[in-house]
């Protein structure tokens, strides 16, 4: 059914004509005062014209007429846009390091003035209990960190470095530490500490003994909601260090003892770098499609074509480098000739309890469809029971909107500082596989039939033929005869009738027959003034053929053809 296919009512109507010319002896000059206009055929002429060859549809859909015209590897028809989206880099900045002041504990052992003479030739066990406060701040965090349940310190940890001195004795006395706990916040974290993060000591305790613990991370797990809210960008938590237990003193007494006898604490934290953090992160995702230009193909340009495609689907394939699942959501909108399709909008999200998402730290490959059911294997996919929407009236250009945020529900990691990638490539997928709902409407044009019809004079001719269709839609045809001047429309002394519609196949795909005729009816004389027929054939599916795909070996036939003219036919030969 295209310009270079062959035209059988075109055949049809002229082959008397060729036939009559193919008799004319070329030996002779018939335009000298003779009169060469012939009438052929009385009151009816019939013709028997044949069939044609099969017409597959690989002669009608080309798929190098458009670059988003597709074929599988099984031979299905598909439209096919596939683009790669601008890197997207997702950073959470840097933040100074965490520095505190130093700590200090001091315990009072003994006394000065207290009766120590009956403790000259033994030993004592000085229990000891002090407390401090242990405060951990640091303003101007990200704005992108909302809570954070643990703080990772790189390296060995933030070194602390503590330190005991004792006041008011002599080297004569003798100090032990005995089951001594110095028990930190909770969410200090050190490989030198136990489960209950208690350094415990049990040796002899000297002046300007040193020990040292390294912090490797701050966990917040323990406070409330499971981690540390950030308010004004400032991190701040305060609790008590503590110092408990046990310590053993010999030759303690009047002569030993110049002032009271105190333990002084003293523990001096390193600034903590922090690294790594792990809570409520919400970093700047800034996702950019650029427009989606799509060359729409000759058969689909029409105003009136209604799509109604089982399953169009959108493919996402994206790599997130970040540790943190990202959320999708957005819009698409249709435009053809830079409006946009009012009808076309698409809200593109996955449910409340199931959000379209990228997972954390590798590959996901996401499918979008109108069933939720296709997409590659392995692909997560999800129903946009809409989308179809946006191809309805098949736009020449899609803008897809897509916001993406870091998932919230639960905590991730993230380093400070560091630049991550995001990457993303798409396909925008239309597989001919169609519903009730589809109507293509195609036109087509048969053109510069004058200078050959010009000396026919006929009133009526019919063609009937059977068309064998194996194509999953239904065929309509209607003709429309103008003049040399297009634009003026129909010749209002010549209609062409055609009668019959083309079945598609049936449901198992096998070959459905259907008559057709058509009628072409004319005032004396006015075929003359026939340059071309505009033709318009709708597609258009049913339930029975419904999802069924378009393929390019699918074809039509016709068979049995007939023409038939009801009062003959004048042909004037006269050289003009």
């Known amino acids: 059914m295209r310009k270079n296919n062959p035209n059988i009512l075109l055949v049809s109507m002229f082959v008397l004509s060729l036939l009559l010319a193919s008799c004319v002896d070329k030996d002779y000059d018939l335009s000298k005062d003779i009169d060469l206009t012939i009438h052929v055929g009385g009151n009816a002429l019939a013709l028997p014209v044949g069939s044609t060859d099969s017409i597959k549809l690989n002669k009608i859909i080309k798929v190098d007429e458009s670059d988003v015209l597709h074929l599988s590897s099984g031979g299905e028809y598909s439209l096919l846009k596939e683009d790669v989206v601008d890197p997207i880099n997702v950073t959470v900045p840097s933040v100074d390091p965490i520095s505190m002041n130093p700590i200090f504990l001091s315990t009072l052992l003994y006394q000065a003035g207290s009766n120590a003479s009956s403790r000259a030739s033994g030993s004592i066990d000085i229990p000891v209990s002090s407390d401090t406060t242990f405060l951990l ?257 098949i736009p020449d250009q899609i803008k897809f909107t897509m916001n993406a945020h870091a998932d919230q529900i639960s905590t991730h990691k993230i380093q400070l500082g560091r630049n991550y990638a995001v990457k993303m490539d798409y396909a925008v997928e239309v597989p001919f596989k169609f519903g009730s709902g589809l109507s293509i409407v195609y036109n087509d044009s048969i053109d510069n039939l004058n200078k050959d019809i010009k000396d026919l004079d006929i009133k009526s001719i019919s063609l009937t033929m059977t068309v064998e269709n194996n194509i999953p839609l239904a065929l309509k045809l209607e003709a429309i005869p103008v003049g040399l001047d297009k634009s003026a429309g129909a010749l209002p002394d010549i209609s062409v009738l055609v009668t019959g519609e083309i079945k598609p196949c049936d449901a198992s795909g096998k070959t459905q027959e259907s008559p057709v005729s058509v009628k072409m009816t004319t005032t004396s004389g006015a075929f003359k003034n026939l340059d071309g027929l505009m033709l318009k054939i709708t597609a258009t599916s049913t339930t029975t053929v419904n999802g069924m795909p378009l393929k390019e070996s699918q074809y039509l036939r016709l068979k049995d053809i007939k023409a038939k003219a009801s009062e003959g036919m004048d042909i004037d030969l006269n050289d003009k």
């Open 137 to 393: 701040s640091r303003s101007g965090m990200p704005t992108e960190v909302s809570s954070i349940k643990t703080i990772t310190i790189p390296g060995n940890g933030a070194k602390a470095n503590i330190r005991f001195n004792l006041t008011g004795v002599t080297s004569a006395v003798n100090f032990s530490f005995k089951n001594f706990k110095l028990t930190f916040p909770d969410f200090v974290v050190s490989p030198q500490l136990n489960s209950n993060h208690e350094l415990i000591l049990n040796e002899p305790l000297t002046s300007g003994l040193t020990k040292a613990i390294y912090i490797t991370s701050y966990d917040f797990s323990h406070e409330t909601g499971g981690a540390l809210a950030i308010k004004n960008q400032l991190l701040q938590l305060e609790k008590k260090i503590t110092v408990s237990g046990v310590i053993t003193a010999s030759n303690l007494n009047t002569s030993t003892v110049t002032g009271d006898v105190n333990l002084k604490t003293m523990i001096n934290i390193e600034p903590a770098t922090i690294s790594e953090v792990e809570g409520k992160i919400d970093p700047a995702i800034n996702v950019k499609i650029d427009p989606i230009s799509l060359d729409i193909p000759d058969f689909l340009k029409d105003d009136a074509v209604t799509m109604d495609v089982q399953d169009p689907m959108i493919r996402l394939n994206v790599t997130n480098e970040t540790a943190i699942p990202i959320i999708l959501n957005g819009q698409l909108q249709g435009y053809r000739d830079g409006k946009l399709i009012s009808s076309s909008l698409v809200n593109v999200k996955g449910t409340e309890a199931r959000p379209i998402t990228v997972k954390a730290s590798g590959q996901t490959m996401i499918c979008l469809s109108r069933t939720g059911k296709s997409g590659t294997a392995g692909s997560d996919k999800y129903e946009i029971a809409d989308l179809n929407n946006l191809i309805e009236k």
